[in-house]
């Protein structure tokens, strides 16, 4: 399944990308293991993006919890509790 992600703010910052498109394996079927995946990326991604870590997530531009069910084409975004103008 191909899905967009998106990061903002510091965790943008401490990705070093602000979006792409990915093609994430089938197990991969919720927002949760997409954050779960993606740590699995390295260092940088896996203290980013770590379990407990406090982190919004959107699914398609609505605010989502990690058991929110992935689509294909969807938009899955993770930016910091607070974000600045």
């Not at 191909?2 to 965790?11: G, P």
């Not at 969807?74 to 910091?80: G, H, I, M, N, S």
């Amino acid at each position: 399944m191909k899905i967009e992600l998106r990061f903002f703010a510091s965790v943008r910052e401490a990705l070093g990308t602000a979006q792409e498109t990915v093609e994430v394996p089938e197990s991969v079927r919720t927002v949760g293991d997409v954050r779960a995946w993606l740590r699995e990326r390295g260092a940088a991604w896996q203290e980013t993006l770590a379990e407990g870590k406090a982190l919004r997530t959107a699914y398609n531009h609505q605010m989502c919890s990690p058991a929110t069910r992935l689509s294909e084409q969807c938009e899955v975004a993770f930016f910091p509790p607070v974000t600045g103008g």
